[in-house]
């Protein structure tokens, strides 16, 4: 904040100097034309190369001021952001509020630029009397004094009215332009160029778009056609003050009052007040929008939780390092229960399968466990953090190395772990034929930059989760992107890798689970089947051993 203060008053004390070099600018350019001479010219050249040059180091330190502030609000704001819940993060509302706050910085720097105009304004106004008072009539003075107090007045009551059209006007801009820029990147955006090209879908996106764009436009149009006619009463009343400035210039030149010089001038000087008067009454309209847009940031930075980043429970039992006691939740849009009084613990060193169909709750409860989703109801106690490949993993364009050590760069030069787990994780022979191996980058952005399979991007995920040293690991769907032999030979060496550590695979895909320690069947958001691999094949018509005999063929 004292930064921003002493920014705001070196650029109120630049512009008053600028602002008293346009009125020696005038008076020099009066003499000049009732007088020509060099001297004045000479004057004026210094008076524009000193203001120019003044405004180009403002400028500078303006531009330089909020770039640096550009970075700290978004490194505040990214802070912010990774505390939100993540049910908040999954709304509609969450894009809308995370726009209004990011054109905070913009909107300080128009603040600054409008208190300049109000210095510059007040600067203006006087140097009106400086320029017309020792020649001009005490009439025609009065009169140009009612027009700029009355021109005032009208534009600062309509910047008023201004200020709140367009806080709403981009309020409903925000959200109905959210559809149209979705399909827009559906329509541009490189994941989607496969199926648009086999299902030939792009027509449908296209009417879509246009579609969208039509109705925000209509949306936006009707607020829009109310800020133009207020644009076009400040362009009127431009107008009006203009000629009735001409018209007082030309009485006191008619009646030889002022001379042609003072005439020229006085009507440069006077147009050029009348934009810094609307430039001053615009802080109105900036403070106006300031004040509720600050609210919403305030707002937005509320919604972040504190509490939300992972506690370990010190008085848990250390032997187990996590335990679910009758855990209900569900989505807060839709009350049906995803999962529905769970229970389940942990135990130290120990290998456990998740598994269940497509839509049971399974991911739901690793997002639970992460504290990321809060229970409707029941207790999660963690005695250890884990540590998680979510079926959804993320692709970074950043080399192999940097891919796994994203968490931990201080490791980055441990070379004889990092090729350990690329060796287990199936890619050594990938990474030995690129250029630069594991100092390749992994985008198609960049040139020399690789790109990976799909199966090869879910082993350089797995490969990020064996780099993070831990005691629980949880796996979402791990080999999805593998085939079934594959999936059994990176199996195998995870659980060699991870044998003294405990293991929760979430799977769907039983062919690997038959060799861990326990295995929980979820159906309807419970446990409907607990035991090991044999224990589950000896049910009867038991849902475990019905999916599995379905799937024994791929490992076969």
């Known amino acids: 904040m004292k930064k921003r203060n002493v920014l705001i008053l070196y650029c109120i004390v630049t512009r008053i100097i600028v602002s008293v070099g346009t009125i020696a600018g005038s008076i020099a350019l ?10 004045y010219l000479w004057i004026l050249g210094g008076i524009w190369i000193s203001s120019s040059f003044l405004n180009l180091i403002k400028g500078f330190v303006v531009q330089n ?11 505040i704001l990214f802070k912010i952001i990774s505390r939100f819940p993540f049910s908040f993060l999954e709304t509609k509302e969450y894009g809308d509020e995370l726009n209004k706050a990011n054109s905070k910085i913009s909107r300080d720097q128009d603040f600054i630029s409008s208190v300049e105009q109000i210095a510059t304004a007040v600067v203006g106004v006087l140097g009106v009397y400086f320029l017309l008072l020792p020649n001009a009539t005490i009439l025609g003075v009065l009169l140009l004094t009612l027009l700029i107090m009355t021109v005032t007045l009208i534009s600062a009551h309509a910047s008023k009215r201004l200020a709140v059209l367009m806080y709403d006007y981009w309020d409903t801009y925000i959200k109905n332009t959210r559809k149209y820029n979705y399909f827009s990147g559906v329509l541009s955006n490189k994941e989607f160029i496969e199926e648009k090209k086999t299902f030939s879908t792009l027509p449908f996106f296209l009417n879509k778009f246009e579609y969208e764009f039509d109705f925000a436009s209509n949306k936006n149009g009707i607020l829009g056609k109310k800020r133009i006619r207020l644009e076009f009463l400040n362009d009127t009343i431009f107008f009006i003050y203009v000629s009735a400035c001409l018209l007082i210039l030309l009485y006191e030149y008619s009646a030889g009052q002022i001379s042609i010089g003072l005439f020229i001038s006085a009507i440069g000087y006077l147009i ?56 209900s939740f569900h989505y807060p849009a839709n009350e049906t229960m995803v999962l529905n009084k769970f229970d389940a613990s942990f135990k130290r060193g120990k290998k456990y399968a998740i598994v269940g169909a497509n839509g049971c709750g399974k991911t739901t409860l690793v997002k639970l466990i992460c504290n990321l989703y809060t229970p409707i109801s ?31 760069s201080e490791h980055v030069e441990h070379q004889e772990t990092i090729d350990k787990i690329i060796k287990s994780s199936g890619l050594e022979k990938r990474v030995a034929k690129m250029d630069l191996g594991h100092d390749s980058e992994l985008t198609t952005l960049k040139e020399g930059g690789e790109e990976l399979s799909g199966g090869e991007w879910q082993r350089l995920a797995l490969a990020r989760v064996l780099f993070i040293e831990s005691e629980l690991y949880i796996l979402d769907e791990p080999t999805a992107s593998l085939d079934p032999l594959e999936e059994l030979r990176i199996f195998k060496a995870y659980n060699e890798l991870l044998k003294e550590k405990t293991v929760i695979y ?17 159906k309807n958001g419970t446990v409907a089947e607990i035991g090991s691999h044999d224990n589950l094949l000896s049910i009867p018509n038991g849902i475990y051993k019905n999916m599995f005999e379905e799937q024994r063929s791929w490992y076969e």
């Open 30 to 39: 009066k003499k000049l034309i009732d007088n020509p001479d060099v001297y």
């Open 506 to 522: 979430i799977t769907h895909r039983l062919g690997f689970v038959k060799d861990v320690d326990e295995i929980i069947v979820i």
């Open 378 to 408: 029941g207790t999660i106690i963690r005695s250890a953090a884990p540590t998680v490949l979510f079926q959804d993993f993320n692709r970074y364009p950043a080399t192999v190395k940097e891919n796994i050590t994203l968490s931990s």
């Open 272 to 327: 050029g007040l009348i934009g810094n008067i609307f430039g001053a009454v615009s802080v109105i309209d900036k403070v106006t929008q300031n004040k509720r847009f600050t609210a919403d940031y305030n707002e937005f930075i509320e919604k972040s939780n504190p509490n939300s980043d992972f506690k370990i429970d010190e008085n848990a039992d250390r032997q187990t390092l996590l335990s679910l006691d009758s855990v």
């Open 65 to 75: 001021h909020f770039s640096s502030e550009t970075v700290r609000h978004k490194g």
